[in-house]
């Protein structure tokens, strides 16, 4: 027998089984004809089993992670599932169904599936629920860097350095506090919160309610700081889980996140934050940072190359203990020049004036981070040797009142992220004037990061330039993955011969002078330098 009930947004369905069952070996058939229930608690679809004077252990079953099996024309099993384990599903209870007749049987077959396929979906999978389909994350990435990379941000000291990076922890305060319109009232997603600073920032700017989403074990650390700002916690969910993976109840006016890395992409998080925003922010949602810019200078360090040349010495050594090293010292000297340096340096070293690469995180696809292609070409305004391509970044928050930049630009405040510098091995002349151009090309891969590809070339310069081509061209290959964190104190700045003070690149020349700009300027790239966006 089936019966209809209207419910808030669902019509819920009964229907009197014959029998229910525990699957379990002292389990004993129910005596009384016992009621199932299709029906909607909160955000959840459950089928709930009672009897009119005693429940079935009270058993529900959530119709998300359901099973419903055809044992015989009358009788059936349910079963709800557990947990989870690396390769297989556990189901932790289970009903055996007895139906009164074949009809009754199929009525019920059909509103299980009915529900499955329709109100399910409808209703969705509550806050934090994993959805159980493999994720984009799982299927490009090497379990083993995941599994390193959340270990590493599962850890307080981690945060406490990025947190302690006042530039960058004060920019992001700044953005969301001076854009509190683009908060107040409005459902904020972070997208991998770590500590939960940013899920707070956005909860005192006013936001309606903040889903605060982190895949490592930091997802603890954030819900027991959050805990400890009552006033703001009643408006953030923290939610452990990939954002590639979790379902949310609902869309997001405004994401906020910190996705950069090394030379910006570094760690691949920008995927996540750009697949964040295809799956939960609504059209025209805002997303803070916004855009992206990496930037690129020819520069020139004798002090640096000779150090890293230097460490290749020890494999020149004909009598280590009666052994000969030399064979190998070709390859540990390639080695050594395949680390991207990571420090901060003095900008005077920049042979040119810089160019960029735009990033717009509101309309970037994932997958064109899988692969970066940048042409190069900068006028010398020096003649010295060239020793590779000096890089930084900046984002844009792009705010309805107020935007804010973050720079890790040389010779602007030091931020955690310092500046990156790929070395050639073998280093390139040029004199003032004289054009250099080239290619810096990034592929990602499975560990997170990016193997990067880089050319520079020099053109002839003097009489007879014009007809001439290219005559000095040097390349290299780096594992962004792998960097040499040199954090010593920049060695001091040398004047070459012929390079005189007024030639020099000055700090200020590189620094970004975005807060005045006016909105249509803000997202394209700020001089005829910049190359186009991705």
Known sequence: MMEAAVGQKHKHLEFVLASVCELSASAVPSSVPVVARFCVDGEVAELRFHAESESVDGFNV??????????????????????????EKSYSRGVTIQFGNVEESKDFHSAFEQWKNEVVQETGLPNGEISATRSKFDDKIEPSSAKMYFHYYGQ??????????????GTYYAAVIENRADFTGRVVVDVGAGSGILSLFAAQAGAKHVYAVEASEMAEYARKLIAGNPALAQRITVIKGKVEEVELPEKADILISEPMGTLLVNERMLESYVIARDRFLVPNGKMFPTVGRIHMAPFSDEYLFVEIANKALFWQQQNYYGVDLTPLYGSAFQGYFSQPVVDAFDPRFLVSPPICHVLNFTEIKEENLYEIDIPLKFIASVGTRVHGLACWFDVLFNGST?????????????????????????????????????????????????????????????????????????????DLKEPYYRMSQPQPYMLAQDQQPHQLIQAQDIQIQGDDLEEPELL?????SCGPRT
């Open 62 to 87: 959530d119709l998300r992670t359901a099973q419903l099996f055809k044992l015989g024309p009358l009788q059936s099993v349910c079963i709800s599932e557990g947990s989870n384990t690396n390769k």
């Open 156 to 169: 307080l000291l981690h945060q406490q350095n990025m947190l302690q990076d006042y530039v960058r922890t």
């Open 402 to 478: 107020v935007q804010r930049w973050l720079t890790t630009a040389p010779g602007a405040p030091t931020t955690h992220w310092y500046q990156i510098r790929c070395l050639l091995s073998q280093p390139i002349y040029v004199m003032a004037g004289q054009e250099i151009t080239g290619r810096l090309h990034m592929i990602a891969h499975n560990a997170q990061s990016y193997t990067i590809y880089l050319t520079l070339s020099a053109k002839m310069w003097g009489p007879g330039a014009e007809q001439g081509g290219i005559i000095q061209t040097s390349s290299c290959k780096l």
């Open 524 to 528: 394209q790239p700020p001089s005829q």
